[in-house]
């Protein structure tokens, strides 16, 4: 029986071009997590206009939902509504003007240094428009998110990555993935961890997500999980691949670039809302970690 089965299994070059391009991805994720160069989930609140760009070396998965507007990619230009999906290539600009069609509405996206690339390799359809609630996806890529930082990524978030990739809708077929994503529970996307004090610092790193007005320090975050400040940094840095401070830094530039999305948000206002003591040191710390100052950042985004 088994030997029919390995007979009867189609080797790589009879598998659906999308199949193999969804295996040189999950490799790439697995083989090496740097290659996530980064991974967003924002809501959208305003207009959100960013001009068309490319990335020469990396491959960008976009989720977009509860918006309409125009999308481009490469040298095809379409008005979108409701859930719409990407892929951009290496290599190929991509970009869109959206505005919000509910309160709900988001971006989800994220971008691979792909190894084996699979530049050559034919992808799933390049732009899904109009599609049913793919909730799953998002909230894979969500919960993906709010791991990733710029100093590593940890299993658990690859994983989910991976999972985001598999699941990726291959052009008629979303609406199945849509319904079979229905019939999952938020629970089915929970990683257990093994024992307590794993428990704990998943709870204190919780806490510390919903905190980036007002970060709580290492000493806090280890007497949330009941442990030294020591080993919780060492175990929250052999989860998370970085460290709890570089964690925190990650969150609050996350939130900073979701506030500064709006145009016209006042950076005033951004600041208090993200604990600073005034607008300068805010924008002397926003500079620091993305590069551009607020005001720079909001004329032209360029995270997505």
């Given at each position: 029986m088994a030997r029919?089965?390995?007979?009867?299994?189609?080797?790589?070059?009879?598998?659906?071009?999308?199949?193999?391009?969804?295996?040189?991805?999950?490799?790439?994720?697995?083989?090496?997590?740097?290659?996530?160069?980064?991974?967003?989930a924002h809501r959208v609140a305003d207009r959100v206009a960013i001009e068309p760009h490319a990335h020469h070396d990396?491959?960008?998965?976009?989720?977009?939902?509860g918006c309409a507007g125009e999308v481009t990619l490469g040298e095809q230009r379409q008005a979108v509504a409701g859930v719409t999906l990407m892929v951009a290539r290496p290599g190929v600009r991509h970009g869109y003007v959206l505005r919000p069609t509910h309160r709900d509405a988001r971006i989800c996206l994220f971008r691979l240094r792909c190894r084996p690339h699979p530049a050559d390799t034919p992808a799933p359809a390049a732009l899904q428009a109009g599609l049913p609630p793919l909730d799953h996806l998002a909230r894979l890529i969500t919960d993906a998110a709010g791991l990733w930082t710029p100093q590593g990524t940890p299993l658990t978030a690859t994983a989910k990555l991976a999972a985001a990739v598999c699941a990726w809708p291959e052009g008629d077929d979303a609406t199945g993935v849509a319904a079979a994503a229905g019939e999952?529970?938020?629970?089915?996307?929970?990683?257990?961890?093994?024992?307590?004090?794993?428990?704990?610092?998943?709870?204190?790193?919780?806490?510390?997500?919903?905190?980036?007005?007002?970060?709580?320090?290492?000493?806090?975050?280890?007497?949330?999980?009941?442990?030294s400040p020591r080993h919780f940094a060492r175990r929250f840095t052999a989860d998370f691949n970085c460290t709890p401070h570089a964690y925190v830094t990650a969150r609050r530039v996350d939130a900073a670039r979701a506030k500064l999305l709006a145009p016209d948000a006042p950076v005033s206002q951004v600041a208090d809302d993200l604990g600073f003591t005034s607008s300068a040191a805010f924008a002397r710390w926003f500079t620091r970690q993305v590069g551009q100052t607020p005001r720079t950042f909001q004329r032209d985004p360029g995270v997505f």
């Open positions: 029919a089965t390995r007979r009867n299994a189609p080797r790589p070059s009879e598998r659906p071009a999308a199949e193999v391009f969804k295996r040189a991805a999950c490799a790439s994720l697995f083989a090496d997590t740097r290659c996530v160069e980064s991974v967003l990396l491959l960008q998965f976009d989720l977009i939902d999952r529970s938020p629970a089915d996307d929970e990683t257990p961890y093994g024992n307590a004090v794993a428990d704990r610092i998943r709870r204190a790193v919780a806490d510390l997500s919903r905190r980036v007005h007002d970060p709580p320090g290492l000493d806090e975050l280890a007497r949330a999980a009941c442990v």
